[in-house]
């Protein structure tokens, strides 16, 4: 049974930091790229971040870039997005995701396996 785990999440003041960690089992993912989405309530499903399957190309939305980080290992068949400078808007369920494609994409549809979602909440 494949499973997508995600951890790390939490309540946090703004301007603080997470590290959301989303760890793979039934099957490796090394070949293909991963990507973090987040849902608040009332919203659709966003995407944040997305790495290829070498970890050597990523992509996030505008509303994280220079404050998100996402990184691989492969190894470890785990991915992780290190969030920082934390914001109340942030604040949403965070979901980490398994693209059928080695290179990174930032629409939902293309996403084939998905973990069951990490609350992160940011006060302000």
């Known amino acids: 049974q494949v499973q997508l785990v995600e951890s790390g999440g939490g309540l946090v003041q703004a301007g603080g930091s997470l590290r959301l960690s989303c760890a793979a089992s039934g099957r490796t993912f090394s070949g293909n790229a991963m990507g973090w989405f987040r849902q608040a309530p009332g919203k659709e499903r966003e995407f944040v971040a997305a790495?290829?399957?070498?970890?050597?190309?990523?992509i996030y939305a505008d509303s994280v870039k220079g404050r998100f980080t996402i990184s691989r290992d492969n190894a470890k068949n785990t991915v992780y997005l290190q969030m920082n400078s934390l914001k109340p808007e942030d604040t949403a369920v965070y979901y980490c995701?398994?693209?059928?494609?080695?290179?990174?994409?930032?629409?939902?549809?293309?996403?084939?396996?998905w973990g069951q979602g990490t609350q992160v909440t940011v006060s302000s």
């Open positions: 790495i290829s399957w070498s970890g050597g190309n990523t």
């Open positions: 995701a398994a693209d059928r494609s080695p290179n990174p994409r930032p629409l939902v549809s293309y996403y084939d396996y």
